[in-house]
């Protein structure tokens, strides 16, 4: 296997007797802002970050469930993933016409009192959102405890009001199937939504994001959500970092569609990589992320990912975070800097329809059945590729 020059300089340390742990690299979450989570707890972490609920996130109106300074096995990551730009829009207009929505107001979910706001072993059910009860075509379900359930198992001291359920899902029988995940829910008025990060011991990442509505408000016109996730890796530190789509590098920023097959020349995968020791990671669209951009047929959202520069405190298109003002412009964004050994920051959407009866596509007969109320998660698999330094284990 290829060393890279680090990994063989802490062989000659850890020969010297010096500790790996010593030599890897650790969040400061005093600078970086929030809350340390290391995990597992005990023995030597596979993942440290901060994490900081929807009421503390970063950007104009917040940007949801937010972890900085990622680091896997002693190596960073990220400097921040949260998702800072969140939009609803309906159909030709009507009901509500579009909303850009905001990101930083709790909401209540359920969470057994081990994993509330600190790492631990789920208790009798796993963290529950809006979201995932919501499976009924038209039957909303409020927030925790819920309703509408029957039967419900859960009540009042089950719910979570403000903050993250973070859960050790441990996995003894095969430990490359552990993960640690964060949950939490934030409302826009009617709307719950619901996000988390799943963090695995072989190094993937899986960030989901679920839409729901607490009480059917506009269950009756078809709309559209779009959730922008902001993805700032700093792979091994902020410099020479480099974006590749199917392979090809860009050398300035980009916008792009997603394709499955890579047909037409859409890429259907992104590489985020250090340029001078060529590990990273590489980002592949989820199973339910293929709803078209701009399937409204309104222009307000014209790609599914962006590649750009990283600019301090840009988080989004806009300065502000105007509740009627409806078009996400990537150019805003993606403007042709420099995108070659250098920060680097990814934008990722992934939209969904909730569509209504004898509606869409079309009226009458040809409409698909409504299931404006089935709430639906996206979300994209973040895996890891090239020869990563060996800080600690499986050393050779």
């Known amino acids: 296997m290829k060393k890279y020059p680090l990994a063989r300089g802490l062989a000659l340390l850890f020969l010297a007797g010096l500790s790996f742990d010593l030599l890897a690299a650790h969040p ?12 597992p707890a005990t023995g030597t972490p596979i993942w440290e970050m901060c994490w900081l609920p929807p009421s503390q996130s970063s950007g104009v109106q917040g940007s949801g469930l937010e972890v900085r300074d990622v680091h896997y096995k002693g190596i960073l990551v990220a400097k921040r993933f949260h998702s800072p730009i969140l939009f609803a829009e309906y159909r030709n207009g009507a009901g509500g016409n579009c909303y850009r929505d905001w990101k930083d107001t709790n909401a209540r979910f359920a969470a057994t009192p081990s994993v509330r706001n600190v790492l631990g072993v789920p208790g009798t059910f796993l963290a529950t959102t809006t979201c995932d009860v919501s499976s009924s075509a038209t039957t909303s379900h409020g927030t925790c405890p819920f309703n509408n359930l029957s039967p419900n198992p859960f009540v009042n001291a089950d719910c979570l009001s403000s903050g993250v359920a973070i859960e050790d899902r441990t996995n003894a029988e095969n430990p490359d199937e552990s993960y640690v995940l964060l949950t939490t ?8 939504y619901a996000s988390r990060f799943a963090f695995y011991a072989n190094g993937d990442i899986n960030p989901e994001f679920g839409y ?19 993805l700032d890796f700093d792979i091994d530190g902020a410099a020479h970092d480099q974006i590749a ?8 920023e ?12 859409s890429p259907s995968y992104w590489d985020i990589t250090d340029g001078v020791t060529g590990f990273g990671y590489r980002i592949v669209s989820g199973a339910n992320d293929y709803t078209p951009a701009n399937e409204s047929g309104r222009g307000f959202h014209m790609v599914d990912v962006i590649g750009s520069h990283f600019i301090n405190n840009e988080y989004s298109d806009k300065a502000n975070n105007s509740l009627s003002d409806c078009q996400m ?4 964004i993606a403007n042709g800097e420099n995108l070659v050994d250098t920060d680097v920051v990814f934008y990722y959407t992934a939209s969904v329809r909730d569509s209504t009866a004898n509606n869409w596509p079309t009226s009458g007969s040809g409409a698909i059945p409504q299931d404006s109320m089935v709430c639906k ?14 800080f600690r284990d499986d050393f050779e």
């Not at 829910?185 to 719950?192: C, F, G, H, K, T």
């Not at 412009?329 to 805003?332: I, L, Q, W």
Request: with cysteine; proline share 4%.
């Open 254 to 265: 980009f916008t792009d569609t997603r394709s499955l097959t890579g047909a037409g020349g």
């Open 329 to 332: 412009v990537a150019t805003n």
């Open 212 to 230: 729901g509505n607490s009480d059917g408000t506009y269950n009756t016109v078809t709309h559209w959500h779009h959730n922008y996730w902001r």
């Open 377 to 390: 998660k996206v979300g994209p698999m973040i895996t890891p590729i090239g020869d990563w330094p060996i």
């Open 28 to 39: 400061n979450c005093a600078v970086s802002g929030g809350t340390l989570l290391k995990w």
């Open 245 to 252: 789509a199917n392979g090809v590098l860009k050398s300035t």
């Open 185 to 192: 829910q934030y409302s826009a008025s009617w709307y719950q």
